[in-house]
């Protein structure tokens, strides 16, 4: 579903196809046809009449039993059987009637205000739905409180920013009973202890701290029963609705699908894990506090199809400290400045579209560093003298967690990290969503990037590798002709294969997108306007999850005023690639 001035909706629907409520139309014809020789032919007294009969009321029986079967294998494949069909017509009852009003606000240019009651109602409507479902609709609400694609009001953003954190829990007697079936043993026969009460709850599985025998603190991911079957029935649900309203979702979908499924397998997803740490580990990018990033080890001899045993990185969520960070500045501000002036650089910050760069958060952090330091000395010496005395109450030192985190290079070192696994490795995580972001270390003044949850990795061949090498360069360059001839070259494929087409898709999909380059309009009604003009026939398949992690990527910097290009952010990665291939 979409939310058609600003925004998409949060979680999309989809549509029911007549042949989940009657026969195709051949069958139908027959049944009919042969219902009406039935009738005439047993007037008749000819036993010839009869025999007739007979046959032709077994063909209809059998024809009528052909196409239930039909109709209930198309129920079970494409919507996960009839409970699937159940949640299917559910979101249905919401999604069809407020797809509808959306357009319709749309059609009348309805004014902000109408909007914004509309985006608040649905927002909440929508969240109880997700709540009620869970599956992948939990997924695509994540997908809205991240700002994918830029494409979300900030009222939906909040209403779904609940599932980043709060999704909902099995009960603990169904986690023991997982986890005990996997391993053929009881619980505390392979963990010395086991915390009853979930860490982190996400849309396929939930997480718990743990200790092996040998005193290792752990954390403990089990999958939820039957969840496999759930999102492929919802991940179809979505894309037959995108087939009749949205077809230019339909292609990047297939990819997603085929994606996802790998995310049910805990035992494969360790192995990808493993994989990827060795990478960063190697590059110097992944490792202790003086690294970019840590990656938690897998215990990979204790990891089974539904249970993933790993490190425990102790932090919090990105988005969780970079809110604290922005509460304790305007704090300090307040303090500082007065209510008034601190009330003016948060509305100049909000209203802008970036934040100060890496280099002036720095310049900005080293003269509160400064005057901290100073308001500390003097602290010191009134705490060592004045102090004291009776009844004199020391004063308070200034610790380094109390300076701001400098934002613009945490989204560069993102950017730097995921663009080295792509451009560099050819193996990825295609979901670095908010969710699966944490920082550490902030509570000592050294925060470092904590990267979890490796689900969705997606590996491309060194010849794709470097052609999408080769693509980033040219958007860098906006060299518009060879962006288009390397996007041939991909496979991408459109009707009349305009450049001007190719070249805006390349640009949205794997470098940026602001007011300027839609031309003004929201990117969901942008993508809509660029399908009419040349409709996609095929897209390079390979570079699809590519494209999602530029997406996530902008969507966080986005979030926090720190809007990038992508294609600049990564283009000395590619050179550097394409210089060793002696490709440049």
């Known amino acids: 579903m979409l939310a058609l001035k600003y925004s998409r ?25 042969t219902s009406s020789t039935v009738v005439t032919s047993s007037s008749s007294s000819n036993p010839k009449s009869s025999s007739s009969t007979t046959t032709l009321a077994m063909a209809s ?4 039993a ?30 069809i009637p407020k797809y509808i009003q959306y357009r319709m606000h749309m059609l009348l240019d309805s004014p902000d205000e109408v909007w914004d009651q509309l985006h608040e109602a649905t927002s909440k409507n929508g969240l109880d739905k997700i709540l009620e479902l ?21 009222i939906w953003q909040d209403t779904m920013s609940v599932l980043q954190d709060e999704c909902p829990a099995e009960p603990f007697e169904v986690v023991k009973g997982i986890v005990e079936g996997e391993y053929g043993k009881k619980l505390d026969q392979v963990f010395d202890s086991f915390e009853e009460v979930p860490i982190g709850a996400a849309s ?25 079957d759930v999102f492929r029935g919802d991940v179809r649900t979505i894309k037959m609705f995108c087939e009749v309203a949205q077809p230019v979702h339909v292609p990047p979908l297939i990819e997603i699908e085929k994606q996802f499924m790998t995310e049910f397998d805990y035992e494969l997803e360790a192995k990808q894990l493993a994989k990827v740490r060795k990478n960063m580990m190697a590059a110097n990018i992944a490792g202790d506090s003086s690294r970019l990033c840590a990656i938690p080890k897998p215990y990979l001899d204790l990891c089974t199809k539904r249970v993933l045993v790993m490190e425990e990185l102790k932090g919090n969520k990105l988005v969780v400290e970079l809110k604290k960070d922005m509460e304790r500045q305007m704090e300090r501000m307040n303090n500082s400045l007065g209510d008034d002036a601190a009330e003016k650089f948060s509305k100049e910050f909000t209203l802008g579209e970036n934040g100060p760069s890496a280099k002036e958060y720095d310049a900005m952090i080293g003269l509160l560093n400064a005057k901290r330091r100073v308001t500390n000395l003097y602290a010191a010496l009134y705490n060592g003298s004045v102090g004291w005395l009776p009844g004199v109450q020391k004063k308070e030192y200034e610790s380094k967690s109390s300076l701001p985190m400098n934002h613009a290079k945490l989204v560069d070192e993102l950017l730097y990290i995921h663009g080295n696994q792509i451009l560099v490795d050819g193996c990825f995580n295609g979901d670095p969503h908010p969710g699966n972001i944490l920082l550490l270390g902030v ?7 904590g990267l979890i949850d490796y689900g969705q990795v997606k590996q491309i061949s060194k010849e794709e590798r470097i052609l999408f ?8 360059n906006k060299d518009k002709e060879m962006v288009v001839q390397c996007m041939k070259e991909a496979g991408y494929k459109t009707q009349r294969m305009d450049p001007d087409i190719m070249y805006r898709f390349a640009t949205l999909a794997y470098d940026e997108d602001n007011h300027e380059l839609t031309e003004g309009q929201h990117i969901q009604l942008y993508m809509e306007h660029l399908h009419h003009k040349d409709p996609v026939e095929h897209l390079p398949q390979q570079y699809i999850m590519a494209s999602r992690v530029s997406i996530l990527l902008r969507g966080l910097g986005h979030a926090v005023h720190q809007s990038r290009s992508v294609a600049e952010a990564w283009k000395p990665i590619a050179e550097k690639v394409l210089k060793e291939e002696g490709q440049l």
Do not use: W
């Open 61 to 64: 029986a059998s024809a009528l």
């Open 66 to 95: 052909i196409a239930t079967l039909s109709s209930l294998a198309y129920i079970n494949n494409h919507v996960g059987g009839i409970s699937g069909l159940q949640r299917t017509i559910s979101f249905y009852s919401l999604a």
């Open 9 to 33: 909706l949060a979680v999309p629907a989809c549509r029911q196809r007549a042949s989940l409520i009657g026969f195709p139309r051949r069958l139908s014809n027959a049944s009919t046809a």
């Open 134 to 154: 869970q599956g992948f609709y939990i997924k695509s609400g994540q997908m809205c409180a991240a700002n994918i694609g830029n494409a979300f009001p900030k």
């Open 204 to 228: 396929i599985g939930q997480v718990h701290r743990a200790t092996l025998k040998d005193g290792t603190r752990v954390v403990v991911k089990v999958m939820y029963p039957g969840v496999e």
């Open 469 to 476: 090498c080769k693509i980033i360069v040219a958007l860098a």
């Open 443 to 449: 509570d000592e003044g050294k925060p470092q990037l």
